[in-house]
């Protein structure tokens, strides 16, 4: 397996408040990427990153921020969580040959 | 508009035949395409992958076929087992890192 935590497991919050959530990878690979799922849609990419403190938008950006100051932690900001983000979130790590590699996810649940 | 698409959300198969997954795509850009299995509270697990530039790629009991002029790939499981009942996804790749995801299709090997 490849070795990607993240953190926490399980989240219940509040509407309104701030959320971060961690990836940590031990494989030192360069891209990582944070992923929402939900019934009906599959995944879908929120951010992603392609190094340390370079970072991009993907389809579902709007509501989330991210940041990488190291190569092995990429964290996901809801910077004011709304129930519509209520969702499980996957990050995923890749080393270079376009196949991706996730981590267990975390369930976010936004009352 | 979904550019890649699963329209079974669910197939049930018989232990020891044959499982058929089907997906479509809308975007001729696409030129890598990827099949994961997810477990329930588990992230997902890479399978298989094929490049644009070849129609068969196989991995034991696992074969994805492309037609490229249908825009259609299919994942074949030969033969099915108990341990392959998981949910599937499809994706596909235009630009590098952005994968896009199908809705996912829910497989049961039954006994």
């Known amino acids: 397996d490849a070795g990607i935590t993240q953190s926490p497991r399980h989240k219940v919050t509040e509407t309104g408040t701030p959320v971060t959530l961690r990836c940590h990878q031990t494989?030192?690979?360069?891209?990582m990427y944070w992923y929402r799922q939900d019934p009906g849609h599959g995944l879908r990419l929120i951010h992603y990153?392609?190094?340390?403190?370079?970072?991009d938008k993907g389809e579902v950006s709007d509501g989330y921020s991210v940041s990488r100051s190291k190569t092995e932690d990429f964290l996901l900001t809801l910077e004011s969580a709304t129930s519509s983000q209520t969702s499980v979130y996957f990050c995923?790590?890749?080393?270079?040959?376009?196949?991706?590699?996730f981590g267990p996810g975390t369930r976010l649940t936004v009352t | 508009d979904q550019q890649v698409k699963q329209n079974s959300p669910s197939l049930s198969v018989q232990e020891g035949r044959i499982s058929i997954l089907n997906c479509d795509y809308t975007?001729?850009?696409?030129?890598?395409f990827l099949w994961y299995k997810k477990y329930p509270a588990e992230g997902p697990t890479f399978l298989i992958s094929i490049s644009s530039i070849k129609d068969k790629n196989e991995d034991g009991r696992f074969t994805v076929f492309l037609n490229k002029s249908a825009k259609h790939l299919s994942l074949h499981i030969v033969p099915s087992q108990p341990g392959d009942s998981a949910v599937y996804f499809c994706a596909a790749s235009a630009i590098r890192g952005k994968l896009i995801f199908g809705q996912g299709t829910e497989l049961s090997v039954k006994p």
């Open positions: 975007n001729s850009m696409f030129d890598y």
């Open positions: 990153s392609y190094g340390v403190k370079d970072t």
């Open positions: 995923a790590i890749e080393d270079g040959s376009y196949e991706q590699y």
């Open positions: 494989e030192n690979h360069r891209y």
